[in-house]
């Protein structure tokens, strides 16, 4: 299980900002030099131009502000990150429903959760395997609201698929012949967290699930 990937992003923005925030400092402090030298032996007859360098001094003064709201910025994201990642955690055992349409064929066994806008919709089920080809493809009638779409594995030529992540694909009408969106859900428990993105990812075996598909939360039911 990957946990550390927000530590080593977080440590590398901040190094970077510190790095720009020293070279700002150093030429900063040049261009005061430069500047007091300038106006101690300027010509009197032609004095240098003082709203050139007020100009200069306001846009190096921008730019620390700018540095400023990056660093609270960058201190916003590393607590958002310890936040999601603490949340992610505390899934780990737990039964999850998310927003996809990709499930882990294990055992067998392999389901969707697919709602359908109305009733009366019919359609076409097709899975692809994870290179993207047609393993099966059945046709479907939808009543309104949720309803649980399972496959055994079978193929349809009555071969078994072997197991792994497949996805999940609804073509449909409703009755008066309009296309019909019918969405799906995957659920499974959580074995693990990838934080190694910078973004919790919640692992269902082989299956990625984005923290922010989390759609509900549950104990996992007690193995017999």
Do not use: C, H
């Amino acid at each position: 299980m990957a946990v550390d990937g927000i530590a080593t992003t977080g440590a590398a923005a901040t190094d970077a900002s510190s790095s720009t925030r020293t070279t700002l400092a150093s030429n900063f402090d040049t261009f005061l030099s430069l500047l007091t030298t300038q106006l101690r032996n300027q010509n009197p007859l032609d004095p240098l131009d003082t709203n050139q360098f007020t100009q200069q001094l306001v846009q190096f003064a921008g730019v620390e502000q700018q540095l400023k709201t990056n660093d609270t910025l960058t201190a916003l994201l590393a607590a958002n990150n310890t936040a999601q990642a603490g949340a992610a955690l505390g899934l780990v055992g737990r039964e999850i429903t998310a927003d996809g349409d990709t499930a882990l064929l294990d055992d067998g066994k392999a389901s969707w959760k697919l709602t359908s806008p109305k009733d009366g919709v019919t359609g076409t089920v097709t899975i692809r395997d994870a290179n993207g080809a047609v393993v099966f493809t059945k046709a479907a009638e939808f009543a309104y609201g949720d309803q649980e779409f399972a496959w055994d594995g079978r193929k349809t030529d009555g071969s078994r698929a072997a197991e792994g992540l497949y996805s999940i694909a609804v073509d449909a009408k409703d009755v008066a012949g309009n296309a019909a969106a019918v969405t799906s859900e995957v659920k499974g428990v959580v074995d693990g967290v990838d934080l190694s993105t910078g973004e919790a990812v919640l692992l269902l075996g082989e299956l990625r699930i984005p923290l922010g598909s989390l759609k509900s939360v549950r104990a996992a039911a007690a193995s017999s």
